[in-house]
């Protein structure tokens, strides 16, 4: 007679499992701000709406919460491939937090789904440990997540990532692009590398077209090709938070884009009203070593390079003319994050002009 089947001969442990979850309180109280609440052994997070808490020192009369949703993508296939898992938990929450930004929001929380094919205790702390991590540069709260344990869908050894954002913005300065005008001037904050996007193509370029190895250094970059394309995507809220705290008065910036799959071809126009466009003017910007390198390693055209990556550039303000040199500086004097002005709003079809 066969033994009797359970849960564990079907590739799930519970005792591991809960091992697991043991783990993970401590990586996500960190997070925490004044305004979460503790709900023990509960089904959900919890966030008050209280107004005597204050948030970014604004009184909030008629707020407009602002959600973003969004994985890492095949920059995974590196994570699995080096058993280096600590950075990509970043990469979740820069993707949604980044895009909240652009509404002109402050982050509030952040959720995660973690979905494997076996539990790994110490895994799953990597990963939520770099989702901690990013939240803590984003200055939201992890309130509450998900952990799937998915027998046979995924191999052993990988895993997929999803986060969710959730923002929030007084209505009266929510950028639309409404208030973007011609002879606006458009500001590059820099990335820190090919952030999440892009890496189908890299991923071909660097292993299957040249044949390097992950630990191979490459002396273009001053580090290994795992350490160049792991980097972790580039948080902005801190360099946003600074511009806003000193011009307080004025409303000076116009629009914000996050610069992702599309690259600043497609992503800039999505912030501009009708009969604008924008001028970008190359060489206004450092375009840091990874992406000549692999331009070059690739044989890839330049329209192809502006389309799929970043180039440097890892968000685009658009702002008052007037004030864009001073902003300028104060980004990169306070926030410590490269900012270039690169270029300017014309009359237009919503598209980019490069000069």
Request: charged residues 25%.
């Amino acid at each position: 007679m066969s033994e009797p089947l359970d849960y564990r001969s079907a590739g799930v442990d519970l005792n591991t499992y809960d091992e697991t979850m043991a783990r993970l309180p401590p990586l996500m109280r960190r997070t925490f701000t004044p305004r979460v609440m503790e709900w023990k052994d509960g089904f959900a997070g919890l966030f008050r709406l209280d107004a005597h808490i204050g948030l970014l020192s604004r009184t909030y009369r008629d707020p407009v919460l602002v959600a973003s949703t969004d994985g890492v993508g095949t920059k995974l296939k590196l994570a699995f491939a080096t058993g280096r898992h600590s950075t990509v938990g970043v990469d979740l929450v820069a993707m949604s937090v980044n895009d909240c930004l652009c509404a002109g929001a402050e982050p509030l929380l952040f959720l995660d789904y973690v979905a494997m094919s076996k539990d790994d205790p110490e895994l799953t702390t990597q990963v939520v440990k770099g989702i901690s991590d990013g939240c803590i540069e984003a200055e939201c709260a992890l309130i509450g997540g998900e952990t799937a344990i998915l027998p046979e869908f995924y191999q052993p050894g990988e895993y997929d990532l999803a986060g969710f954002c959730l923002g929030v913005v007084e209505r009266k300065l929510l950028l639309n692009g409404q208030d973007v005008r011609a002879g606006d001037k458009v500001i590059g904050l820099a990335s820190s590398g090919l952030h999440s996007n892009g890496y189908s193509l890299a991923r071909k370029i660097v292993f299957d077209h040249a044949g390097l190895a992950y630990d191979d250094h490459v002396e273009a970059l001053g580090r290994t090709v795992a350490d160049e394309l792991l980097a972790p995507t580039r948080i902005y809220t801190r360099a946003l938070k600074e511009v806003y705290r000193n011009y307080r008065v004025k409303r000076i910036v116009h629009g914000i884009a996050h610069i992702t799959g599309g690259g600043l071809t497609d992503n800039t126009p999505r912030i501009l009203p009708e009969g604008l466009g924008v001028v970008l003017r190359r060489g206004s910007w450092d375009v840091p070593p990874v992406f000549p390198w692999l331009q070059s390693l690739g044989s890839i055209n330049d329209d192809e390079m502006f389309r799929v990556f970043n180039m440097g550039v890892g968000m685009t303000m658009i702002v008052a003319e007037y004030y864009a040199e001073s902003i300028v500086r104060h980004i990169n004097q306070k926030a410590k994050i490269p900012a270039w002005i690169i270029g300017d709003v014309v009359p237009g079809n919503r598209e980019v002009e490069w000069a």
